[in-house]
Structure formats: structure tokens, C-alpha cells
């Protein structure tokens, strides 16, 4: 079993930056996929970044403005986000496989104002 805690949503202006972390209470492998969703109200929960060992991929979206990364030695996976605009206020998730199972965090709310 693993528990994801997210954190570091919030409010902020369009234009404006925010970084969101995951934590992991064990440590995730590098070859374990991992990354953040995002749900708007009445929409979908879509992929927004992914990382597996060095390997990124992004939602065309988000490219440019957002940068998702991970540190081995703390088991913390983060999403620097620059740039914000409105349509990017969401629930974020923090996610990760292992084999068939999904692990995911409990969210953090993100609201970009224009």
C-alpha cells in the first residue's frame, strides 16, 4: 500500500505560478509510472503530466508552462506550474501505478482568477 499527500494549491492571479507536491510514504521506483490529473467542475479527469524515470509527456495545454518532476531521495513528485490561466482551475491529483493498481491522492484545489 502506498499513500500519496498532495499539496501546495491554492489562489492565485492568471499569470501566476504555483507548485504542487506529492509525497509518497515508501519509496516508488523510477520505472513506476507516475502523475498528476486534473478535474474541472463537469468535466472529465485528464491526464495534465506524467513522468517515468527521465521520460516526460505533457497535455498540449500545459506545454511550456508546466514542469513536472521528481526527487528520488524524499519520494516527492511536483508540478511547477507557470503561467496559470483561468481554464486551468481544477481539483489536482496526484497519481501512481504499481503493476494493476492505481494509487491516488486526495486532491488540491487549484483557482486561477482572471
Known amino acids: 500500500q502506498v499513500q500519496l499527500v498532495e499539496s501546495g494549491g491554492g489562489l492565485v492571479q492568471a499569470g501566476g505560478s504555483l507548485r504542487l507536491s506529492c509525497t509518497a510514504s515508501r519509496t516508488i521506483f523510477r520505472d513506476r509510472p507516475m502523475g498528476w490529473y486534473r478535474q474541472a467542475p463537469g468535466k472529465r479527469r485528464e491526464l495534465v503530466a506524467s513522468?517515468?524515470?527521465?521520460?516526460?509527456n505533457y497535455v498540449d495545454s500545459v506545454l511550456g508552462r508546466f514542469t513536472i518532476s521528481r526527487d528520488y531521495t524524499k519520494n516527492i513528485m511536483a508540478l511547477q506550474m507557470n503561467n496559470l490561466k483561468p481554464e486551468d482551475t481544477a481539483v489536482y491529483y496526484c497519481?501512481?501505478?504499481?503493476?494493476?493498481?492505481?494509487?491516488w491522492g486526495q486532491g488540491t484545489q487549484v483557482t486561477v482568477s482572471s
Open positions: 497519481h501512481l501505478r504499481v503493476l494493476r493498481t492505481d494509487y
Open positions: 513522468i517515468i524515470g527521465a521520460s516526460t
